[in-house]
T-cell receptor, first 116, second 113 residues
Framework: DGGITQSPKYLFRKEGQNVTLSCEQN?????MYWYRQDPGQGLRLIYY???????QKGDIAEGYSVSREKKESFPLTVTSAQKNPTAFYLC???????????????FGPGTRLTVL | GDSVTQMEGPVTLSEEAFLTINCTYT??????LFWYVQYPGEGLQLLLK?????DKGSNKGFEATYRKETTSFHLEKGSVQVSDSAVYFC????????????FGSGTRLQVQP
């Protein structure tokens, strides 16, 4: 079955530690995204990547880093510089679009990160 | 920049009641509009979409019409079920630039038997 997997489902971090969240897709999608969700709020864009070896900051990139060495993988590192990292993190992917076509995004099941 | 505004929840309805969740947007150009649904502890699932003005998206009894004149994309369902209880997000994707989704804050729907 094609889809997006995220691991782990739950992650606990001590203050001052870096942690990496995994996101893998086998949909052959070019574009991948990371969103953060806080209680009672919508999703906010952290980073996105339209093609391999290229990525761009989203609206709340401070304290996060990403890499895109393979088409199917887009890991997110939450660094110690992120002051309030406790949140639900969602990864998504889509085909790369051009012109005025839409880009339906498919989401993974999410990782809940808690800072102890 | 682009933005999406949804009615605040929670919305509490009895089973078989009519549902409307309001959504309005601000965007330049010709955005595509989406409704996503999120069940507890899960990721988002696409519920329906509309890519141009006057398009009607529909799925599982839910409908929404892309109204460019009122910049709205309200979600409706004629008869809700307990299983529809979830958080619903309205979102848009611009037709230029980064193509990432801009989300509303979400509306929690609670359907009581």
């Amino acid at each position: 079955d094609g889809g997006i997997t995220q691991s782990p489902k739950y992650l606990f971090r001590k203050e001052g530690q870096n942690v990496t969240l995994s996101c893998e897709q086998n949909l052959n999608h070019d574009a991948m995204y990371w969103y953060r969700q806080d209680p009672g709020q919508g999703l906010r864009l952290i980073y996105y990547s339209q093609i391999v070896n290229d990525f761009q900051k989203g609206d709340i990139a401070e304290g996060y880093s990403v890499s895109r060495e393979k088409k199917e993988s887009f890991p997110l590192t939450v660094t110690s510089a992120q002051k309030n990292p406790t949140a639900f993190y969602l990864c998504a992917s889509s085909i790369r679009t051009s012109g005025r076509s839409y880009n339906e995004q498919f989401f993974g099941p999410g990782t809940r990160l808690t800072v102890l | 920049g682009d933005s999406v505004t949804q009615m605040e929840g929670p919305v509490t309805l009895s089973e078989e009641a009519f549902l409307t969740i309001n959504c309005t947007y601000t965007a330049t150009g010709y955005p595509s509009l989406f409704w996503y649904v999120q069940y507890p502890g899960e990721g988002l699932q696409l519920l329906l979409k509309a890519t141009k003005a006057d398009d009607k998206g529909s799925n599982k009894g839910f409908e929404a019409t892309y109204r460019k004149e009122t910049t709205s994309f309200h979600l409706e369902k004629g008869s809700v079920q307990v299983s529809d209880s979830a958080v619903y997000f309205c979102a848009l994707s611009g037709d230029t630039g980064r193509r990432a989704l801009t989300f509303g804050s979400g509306t929690r729907l609670q359907v009581q038997p």
